[in-house]
């Protein structure tokens, strides 16, 4: 079956470093990889989407900048959180999936920021 | 622009109750709504989804959903609920061709009392 790994499952980072999280796919190939956060009570939100052969689109919101995401092959990407700061903290989600089909996710990485 | 609407915050029912959380949509054509429940310290899982067809979506769990275009509703049920659906619930619906970029609710945290 369809697999995604995400980690760390969880981290702590001090206020203004850097945290990166990793995506794994396993049984399939992701030709499209979306992150999206959850930050304390509140739900989803889109931070960007990564298609094989196509520039990463960020939400409004969401930069480059802030979140540089890497999907380098079918099975890997990972994301980092630049300059983290108290807003910064939740759940991040990493979906996987193909052409045509739904999104597999991960367990998510939650970061906490000191 | 489309929206996800959950109205309902919290619901509390008791076990052997039947549940039905709303989810409501704005979406200009015909989406794809989904929903996924979110136990305590988890991520996401998928319960089921609604593409074309009937209208009544069956998936995991025992869960099922109905859709209603004539109010832009898409309700999860299951009869009867059982302790073990204590979770958060989150409606989402896809635009077709969007590559998969879901749109969440804010979530229904379930609590079912035994």
């Known amino acids: 079956g369809a697999l995604v790994y995400q980690y760390p499952r969880r981290t702590i980072c001090k206020s203004g470093t850097s945290m990166r999280m990793e995506c794994q796919a396993v049984?399939?190939?992701?030709?499209?990889v979306a992150w999206y956060r959850q930050s304390p009570q509140k739900t989803f939100e889109l931070i960007a989407l990564s298609t094989v052969n196509s520039a990463i689109k960020y939400e409004q919101n969401f930069t480059q900048e802030k979140f540089p995401i890497s999907h380098p092959n079918l099975s890997f990407s990972s994301m980092t959180v630049l300059n983290a700061y108290l807003e910064d903290r939740g759940l991040y989600l990493c979906?996987?999936?193909?052409?045509?089909?739904?999104?597999?996710f991960g367990s998510g990485t939650r970061l906490l920021v000191i | 622009a489309q929206s996800v609407d959950q109205p309902d915050a919290h619901v509390t029912l008791y076990e052997g109750a039947s549940l039905e959380l709303r989810c409501s949509y704005s979406y200009s054509a015909a989406p794809y709504l989904f929903w996924y429940v979110q136990y305590p310290g988890q991520s996401l899982q998928f319960l089921l989804k609604?593409?074309?067809?009937?209208?009544v979506v069956k998936g995991t769990k025992g869960f099922e959903a109905e859709f209603r275009k004539s109010n832009s509703s898409f309700n999860l049920k299951k009869s009867p609920a059982h302790w073990s659906d204590s979770a958060k619930y989150f409606c989402?619906?896809?635009?077709?061709?969007?590559?998969?970029?879901?749109?969440f609710g804010k979530g229904t945290k379930l609590s079912v009392k035994s």
């Open positions: 979906g996987a999936g193909q052409a045509n089909s739904d999104y597999t």
């Open positions: 989402a619906l896809e635009a077709p061709g969007s590559n998969a970029k879901l749109t």
């Open positions: 609604y593409i074309t067809g009937d209208a």
């Open positions: 049984g399939f190939q992701a030709t499209s």
